[in-house]
């Protein structure tokens, strides 16, 4: 279980998990984001506060300090930082020496070209070609083409329509009605 207890008096804080509620108060933060309630604490100005953590028979008790983050950076030393750029250097000139190995683009071009000259090549063995032959047709001397004129009745058929019949509702009008009775009486006689 973790608690927090808040010292500090005349503040309203509202955690988001929990209703809101004045300070000084003990609250329970067992199923809250612990990162988020500091940070809530530190935003309304909240210094003197606890986090109790309740674990069996083991108790640990948190304050301020120990959610402070550090100003200052911590020193590196210098020789790791150049080992590192130094790996990082060979790995770049391995990973250029891979790339220089690989065939150039035209030979890759090539290889290509004759993989697609050899999958041709068996199609056709597989396939029978037939001999086409294209003609013109051309009217005399004006080199211009001969347009055919085609019969409507290849393109429009004659539909029979002495079978069809036409289905549907039908309607008929029996009169102007006035009133509201008469109405009733003239739908009622119908079938």
Excluded: C, W
Excluded at 27 to 38: A, E, G, K, Q
Excluded at 102 to 115: F, H, V, W
Aim: charged share 40%; net charge negative.
């Amino acid at each position: 279980m973790i608690k927090l207890n808040v010292k500090e008096k005349g503040h309203i804080l509202h955690i988001p998990g929990n209703a809101p509620f004045r300070t000084p108060a003990k609250v329970d933060i067992t199923h809250m984001n612990l990162s988020m309630v500091i940070t809530i604490l530190n935003n309304n100005g909240i210094t003197d506060f606890e986090i109790t953590s309740t674990d069996g028979d083991e108790k640990r008790v948190y304050t301020k300090k120990d959610f402070e983050i550090g100003k200052e950076p911590p020193k590196q030393d210098l020789s790791k930082i150049d080992e590192r750029f130094n790996k990082i250097e060979k790995m770049l000139y391995d990973l250029a020496k891979k790339k220089s190995k690989k065939s150039d683009p035209q030979e890759q071009i090539t290889n290509k070209l004759n993989a697609l000259e050899e999958l041709s090549k068996r199609i056709l063995e597989r396939e029978r070609v037939k001999e086409i032959v294209y003609t013109s047709k051309y009217d005399g001397d004006s080199k211009k083409p001969i347009i055919e004129e085609l019969d409507e009745d290849t393109f429009v058929p004659e539909v029979d329509i002495s079978k069809m019949e036409l289905k549907g509702s039908s309607s008929e009008k029996i009169g102007e009605i006035e009133g509201a009775e008469e109405a009733a009486d003239m739908l009622s006689r119908l079938k």
